[in-house]
Every structure is written in C-alpha cells, then in structure tokens.
C-alpha cells in the first residue's frame, strides 16, 4: 500500500490554486491545469488544502505508519459565505459518515 | 541559477505573519499612518501554529483573578526561571485581546450571563477553526499594509548593532529580496525538526509544532550576535499516540486522568506541572507499566459526539482515528506520548532575551510570540499581547536615517545562495543530513529514545556530531528555490541545535524533569536560580549567566559585560 496523507484526484481538480495557495508548507503546484502535492512526507496534515478545494478533490487519510485503517476524508463548504463546514468520511467497509462543524458554535471542551 | 536582486524599502517590516505577526501589523496601523511590510514564507491565510485551528485560548484571566495570579501560576511552572516583567505586562493585556479577538469573528462560549465559559480559570472556550483566516482578512483590508507571501527571510542587515532590514529569497522565482525598515519585527515562531520525531519515516511531519517553522528568526538572532535565553528548557507536549492531537481538550475538558496500563491514576505521583506530566509518563513506562492513557472510558455519547466534532476543528485526525478504528473515547481509552523537544517560546521560556519593551539586544529588532524568550505560557493570546507592546516600542524607535553602503555584501550573499546550483550530485541530500542530524539530537541531546535525558559527555558527542553536519552542508547541491530553502532551513536547525547544546552543558542540574534532565546532575540547585543566556562572539557561543529579573522592574539593555 502506498502510504500517504493528502491525495488529490486529478480527474476532479479544475485547477483552481485555492489549495496550492493557503498550504501553510508550500507543498502543492499546478501544472497543466491540475493540482499535484510535490513532496507528501512534508505535509503536517492540518486539513487546510481540503478546506479549500471547491470540489472535493482532496481527500486526507492516516499514513500506515500512523495506523491508519484507510479511512478518507474530505470537506466540503456548501456556500462559500456560509460558517458551516460538512466533514466527509469513507470506510474502507463501504460505510460512510458525514459530520457538520460550524465555526460559529464554540467547541464545548 | 542567477538571482535577480530586488529592492524594497518600508517603514515596519514583520518577518513572518503568524499569529504575532499579523497582529502586530493590525496594532502598528492604529498607532501610526506609516506603511507595513509583511514578509511570510507561505500564505497569512493559513501559516503557522494556527493552521489546522486551535481548540481554546490557553491564557486568560478568569473572573475573580488577577494578573500577578497568572505570573504567579507561569513561575511555578517553570520552576522559577521567568522573567516577572515580560510575564506581567503579558498578563495585564490577555483580557483586552481576547475582547478583541472575539470582535474580529471569533466564537467564544458565553454563558447566559453573556460571560466567557471558563476552563479552568486561565482558558476560555472556543471555535478556533477559522482564527487564522480571521487574522488574515484583518491584514489584507488594511490599506497601510502590504504582504508579500512566500518569500523566506534567512539574514538580517545589521550595522553597529542596529537593524536596517533583512535579505530574503522567494520560494517560487529566482529573486533575492533586499528589504529596508526603519524598523523590524521577529514573529517567525519557534524552532520545529531538531529532534527525531515521534513518526521518523513516512509521517515524519506528522508532529505537533508546524514542520515549517524552522527557527529562522532564532537562528538569523544568534548569527548576528543577539543574547538569547533559556534554550535548555526545551518544551516537549504530551500528545494523544500517533496523531499527537492535543490532550488538554480531554484532560481538561471532560476531567480524563492519565492512567498508566494497570489503570492506576498516576499523575498525582509525580505532580501536576507541565514537565511532570511528561515525566510521570516516560517513569511510567521506563518501569513497565506503561503504555499510558487518558482514561475517557465511560463518558457519554454525547460527549463523544461532541469531541468528535470539537477535534474537526484543530486536529481532525483525531477524529479520523476514532471514526475509522470504531472505537470512540467513551468505548476505548486515549493512549498518549511525549513528543520530541521543541524551542518553543509561547509555551517554555526560550528565545531571544528581550527588553521589558520588548527590544531584543538588537536595536530597532523587536521580538513577539515563540520567538520571543523569558515569558512562557502565553500562547495565542500572550503572544498577541507581546506584538502590542512590541509595536509601541518599535513606533516610538523609527530610525528615520537608513544608510547601506556595504554592497559587497549583497554581492557575497548572491554569491553564497547561487554556488548550491551547481551541476552534478551531491554525496548526500538536504534530507539525509538533516535525519542524521536529528539522529544526534535524539541519542545524544535527550531526545524521544534517551527518554530525555542526556550527560556531559552525550552532549560533547552531539556538539561534535553537528559540527561535522554543518560542515558537509557547504557540498549540497539544489535544482530550485524551494530546495534552496530547504537547506537553508537545514542551516538554521544546525545554529539552533549548537546553541541548544552549549545551554544544556551549562545547566549543571535537573530543574525540569524532560525538559532539561541532566544524568550528571540529577538535583535542583540554587546557584541557578538564574537565565543561562548566550551570545555568538567572534564564532564562538559566549554563554553566561544573568540575575532572575522581578515584575514591577523595567529592564533595558547595557552595553555587553560578557
Ligand atoms: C498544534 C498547535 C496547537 C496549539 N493550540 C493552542 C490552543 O488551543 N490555544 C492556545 O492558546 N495556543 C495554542 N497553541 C500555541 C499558539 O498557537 C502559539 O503559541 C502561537 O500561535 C505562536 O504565534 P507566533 O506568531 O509566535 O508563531 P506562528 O503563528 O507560527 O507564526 C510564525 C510565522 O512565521 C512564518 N515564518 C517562519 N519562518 C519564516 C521565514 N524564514 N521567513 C518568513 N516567514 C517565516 C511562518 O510561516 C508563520 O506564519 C498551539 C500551537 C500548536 C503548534
Ligand atoms: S494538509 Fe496542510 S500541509 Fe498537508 S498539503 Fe494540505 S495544506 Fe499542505
Ligand atoms: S483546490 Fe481543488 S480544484 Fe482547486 S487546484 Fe486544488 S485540488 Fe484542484
């Protein structure tokens, strides 16, 4: 299994630069229209890219050597004006779950 | 490669726009009609500590306390080596930023009194998932400021002593900044990467201080012979096993104690401050009764939900972790683990040994945040505190008369960058040295494997061992600009490290379990009750020792009694 952390599906980016731009590493560029991570072993996975993509081509997953079970995760934000964030996760079993933060509700912990 | 040189001159330069920084802009504005430069390696969106979010504002003065109460609480934790000055003006100002945070957009929990939630009474509850964009639209509204991302900052223009600018590359295009000010501020964070981290292979990055924070501002400091202090009391955080996700949000938040693997509640046994929580872990499991855990077994379902989304919003691997394994807190306990030793000033008290003003020994270089040394837990909110004051100084400071004549200079630095382009291969990478590096910090400096602890002659090993690896840095070899940085990111950690080491020599004694444990020295002594400071003079590291300095005092720098 090739071990990874961000995984961007080519076939969904429209090239954009949204993620490219706020990556807190400078680790994403466009060529060809397309969105590619230059160096995946230096992303410290603070899920900024996968804020920003529009259409979901980002997805976020735990490195084996982390002991991850091959979840995925994306974010999406239906409005752009909107303080709601809607979390995608998928299993590995075919089950998924959707989880919506809102950035104006305080975490209670 | 050839660098082209650009010139740019401003009135306040910020090097780095994090937290600090871009603060620090916002506050200059309301005080003065000049301009702002703001000089950050990636994007003010979404850069630095805030990134991901944070979970709460860890320093605040809850109702019913007072300032000196939080410098009171900060010199316990520290054992005494603080500076009360630093810490007091901090503390006077942690109210009014919170305030001022929440006007921007922030979300704090508010009781139906309309008053903040406190936890415990130094933290306010929050949804730091968007502080940082909050911060980064303040910025970029602001018509007096100007922002230029991904250009990193590596070398301050000094002359006799006083700060005129710095020199900077871009990440992306072959461009050498030369940058003028009347006057600076560092707020490029602490140092990330010296120690080999708790994944060292594929998720190497996967640590809990942002990777990208490579102590330039400290490493720039010391080259150009600022005092520095206190690096030895190195801050290591207890985090939540593999995802090193915070745990304050779960010992704090729902009461969870750390247990070791036979379930016995051992915190209490080796008390309750920041280093003796860590410590109680490594004696747990050096003894054979770890792994250790936060016990979260039996909260409610709620509670659950709750954290589930509460992780979303500063470390959403968490809560990958918890949704993928099926097992969520309430059902299995949250293993947890020391990280490698960080210099981190917001939260310990290393960095730049600063004026009550907040000028660092440099005149004109103001400090504010993990750069900034002798004030540790101020955090988000401490470090906003600290860019307030820095700013007041730095606009009463101005030098109006910049002068640079030394063009060869410019011309010795293009010379310097631009050799690492050379064709052909280098016997080794930017990133074998650097993993060898963190190897020798690890084994011989106290990292994650010497369960922190080191001796006189480890020490004397790793401080050999660095010095060789600075030496085959001079063969590396780049293609680009961000290799370009990645070396001298290398360069940087290697100047940390060095001086890193000379302060852990000087500390003949234990005063921080983890934090700086000497196996020479295992005691607590009072002839240092005092800073262990340092100074590069001449190539070498001057390190000496400095009277504890009281709050209520108002300290400046003399001239140099080394
Ligand atoms: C994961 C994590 C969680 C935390 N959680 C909390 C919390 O819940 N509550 C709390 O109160 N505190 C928390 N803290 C602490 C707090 O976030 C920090 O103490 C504070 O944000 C530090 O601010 P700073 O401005 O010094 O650093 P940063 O905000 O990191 O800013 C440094 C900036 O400098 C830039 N930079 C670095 N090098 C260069 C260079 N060479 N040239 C140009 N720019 C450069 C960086 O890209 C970055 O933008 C947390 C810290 C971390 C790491
Ligand atoms: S998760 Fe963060 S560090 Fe990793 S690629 Fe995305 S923005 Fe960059
Ligand atoms: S944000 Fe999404 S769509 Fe835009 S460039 Fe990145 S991956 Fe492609």
């Not at chain 2, 306390?65 to 005494?80: E, M």
């Not at chain 2, 501020?185 to 809990?208: D, V």
């Not at chain 2, 103001?366 to 307030?388: H, I, M, W």
Request: net charge positive; proline share 3%.
């Amino acid at each position: 299994m090739n071990i990874m952390s961000i995984e961007i599906n080519r076939d969904m980016c429209i090239g954009c630069k949204k993620c490219a731009e706020v990556c807190p590493g400078s680790l994403i560029s466009i060529s060809a229209n397309k969105a590619k991570i230059k160096s995946v072993e230096r992303c410290w996975g603070c899920a900024s890219c996968l804020k920003e993509c529009p259409v979901c081509a980002i997805s976020f997953f735990l490195g084996e050597d982390m002991g991850g079970l091959g979840g995925k995760m994306s974010v999406y934000k239906p409005n752009k004006n909107d303080t709601a964030l809607h979390w995608f996760i998928s299993l590995p079993d075919k089950t998924s779950r959707k989880i919506i933060t809102d950035t104006k509700n305080a975490n209670k912990y | 490669m050839k660098l082209d040189i650009k010139k740019i001159t401003t009135d306040f330069l910020v090097i780095g726009g994090g937290t600090a920084g871009c603060w620090a802009a916002i506050k200059f504005c309301e005080k003065s009609d000049k301009n702002v430069l703001i000089v950050e390696k990636a994007n003010i969106k979404r850069s630095g500590c805030l990134a991901a979010g944070v979970n709460a504002l860890n320093a605040y003065i809850g109702e019913g306390k007072t300032p000196q109460d939080y410098v009171d609480y900060a010199r316990r934790d520290a054992s005494g080596i603080v500076r009360g000055d630093l810490l007091l003006t901090m503390s006077e100002r942690l109210r009014k930023v919170t305030a001022e945070l929440e006007k921007l957009g922030l979300t704090i929990l508010k009781n139906e009194d309309g008053k903040y939630v406190e936890r415990g009474w130094r933290n306010v509850k929050i949804n730091g998932e968007n502080i940082k964009p909050l911060l980064a639209d303040a910025v970029n509204q602001n018509e007096q400021i100007t922002v230029l991302n991904r250009v990193n900052v590596f070398k301050y223009i000094v002359q006799d002593n006083r700060i005129i600018g710095a020199y900077g590359i871009s990440i992306e295009k072959p461009i050498l900044y030369l940058i003028f000010a009347k006057a600076v501020l560092i707020s490029t964070g602490g140092a990330a990467g010296l120690y080999k981290p708790n994944h060292a292979g594929f998720s190497r990055h996967k640590m809990w201080y942002p990777p990208f924070n490579t102590g330039a501002g400290l490493s720039m400091g010391i080259n150009a012979g600022a005092e520095m202090t206190t690096f030895e009391m190195r801050f290591i955080a207890l985090r939540c096993k593999d995802t090193i996700a915070p745990t304050g949000t779960l010992a704090q938040g729902v009461g969870a104690k750390q247990v070791n693997s036979l379930g016995e509640v051992y915190e209490d046994k080796y008390g309750l401050t920041t280093s003796e929580r860590v410590y109680g872990t490594v004696c747990e499991n050096v003894n054979k009764r770890g792994p250790c855990y936060l016990k979260t077994k039996g909260i409610s379902k709620q509670a659950d939900e709750d954290l589930i989304k509460a992780y979303l919003n500063m470390a959403p691997s968490q809560t990958l972790r918890w949704i993928e394994s099926k097992k969520p807190p309430s059902e299995e306990n949250v293993e947890i683990e020391g990280t490698e030793p960080y210099i981190v000033g917001g939260h310990t008290a290393s960095g730049y040994h600063v004026s009550t003003s907040r000028e660092t020994t440099i005149k004109g270089l103001f400090a504010a945040g993990d750069v900034a040394g002798g004030c540790p837990q101020k955090y988000v909110t401490g470090a906003l505190a600290e860019a307030e004051i820095a700013v007041e100084s730095a606009d009463k400071y101005m030098n109006e008369n910049i002068l640079f004549d030394d063009l060869g200079q410019v011309k010795k630095i293009k010379h310097e960058l631009e050799r690492f382009f050379i064709k052909g291969e280098s016997a080794f990478t930017t990133d074998d040295l650097e993993e060898h590096m963190q190897e020798i910090m690890d084994k011989y400096a106290g990292g994650i494997s010497a369960n922190y602890k080191y001796n006189q002659k480890s020490l004397e090993l790793a401080k050999k061992g660095i010095g060789e690896i600075k030496e085959k840095c001079k063969t590396l070899k780049v293609k680009n600009m961000q290799e370009l940085v990645y070396v001298l990111e290398l360069k940087e950690r290697l100047v940390i490290c060095d001086v890193l080491i000379s302060h852990l020599l000087a500390r003949k004694e234990t005063r921080w379990h983890c934090f700086a444990e000497h196996g020479d020295y295992p005691d607590k002594k009072d002839e240092y009750r005092c800073y262990i400071n340092s100074r590069l003079y001449g190539g070498k590291i001057k390190i000496f020792k400095r009277f504890l300095i009281e709050e209520g005092e108002v300290y400046e720098h003399h001239e140099y009694r080394n």
